[in-house]
Antibody
């Protein structure tokens, strides 16, 4: 069945770069939009951005130039990289599958990230 | 950005009760509104997409309605397994935005 699983560091230091991998199974990344969503104590759920089925990306301006989403279709993996981390970036990061006309249909379990020195 | 105001934030109800949760958008979202259920420690699960379309495998006691800026999730007869947090997502315009969530507990 459709599965998404995020892996990443539990702890990142302020100013450093966060890298998270989402590994998917039972569907093709070339058929769906893959997004990243985070949940923080301060702002709740936030849509961060997506990579379209064709490979182009779109980001929430909230994250300005800090965020990068990419993928490796041969490995069924989607990647999030976000730099210049702050303590307010502490939260759970989810990858999620969707389509532009139907929103998100499947979510990963999420990975907890703590930004602290 | 479109703001999604979800109410109530907390809801206590009894088994068999009819439960309604609301999301109000700051502008017309043309029925591009999804509802999700999240149980503790689990991934969110899609219940309803595009206002009133029941996702495959979801019990028929869940339904959605609305238009314009106002949308509602209804559970027709609350079951113990429905204890969870529910939230809405508008995907009418980017950035997609979420409601603040409703925590549903049994009375």
């Amino acid at each position: 069945q459709v599965q998404l699983k995020e892996t990443g560091p539990g702890l990142v230091q302020p100013t450093q770069t966060l890298s998270i991998t989402c590994t998917v199974s039972d569907f093709s990344l070339t058929s769906y939009y893959m997004q990243w969503v985070r949940q923080t104590p301060g702002k709740g759920l936030e849509w961060m951005g997506f990579i379209r089925s064709g490979g182009s990306t779109e980001y929430n301006s909230e994250f300005k130039s800090r965020l990068s989403i990419s993928r490796d279709t041969s490995k069924n993996q989607v990647f999030l990289k976000m730099n210049s981390l702050k303590t307010e970036d502490t939260g759970v990061y989810y990858c999620a599958r969707g389509r532009s006309t139907e929103g998100i249909d499947y979510w990963g379990q999420g990975v907890m990230v703590t930004v602290s020195s | 950005d479109i703001q999604m105001t979800q109410s109530p934030s907390f809801l206590s109800a009894s088994v068999g009760d009819r439960v309604t949760i609301n999301c109000k958008a700051s502008q017309n979202i043309n029925k591009y509104l999804n509802w999700y259920q999240q149980k503790l420690g689990e991934a969110p699960k899609l219940l309803i997409y595009n206002t009133n379309n029941l996702q495959t495998g979801i019990p028929s006691r869940f339904s959605g309605s609305g238009s314009g800026t106002d949308y509602t999730l209804t559970i027709s007869s609350l079951q113990p397994e429905d204890v969870a947090t529910y939230f809405c997502l508008q995907h009418s315009s980017r950035p997609w935005t979420f409601g603040g969530g409703t925590k549903l507990e049994l009375k």
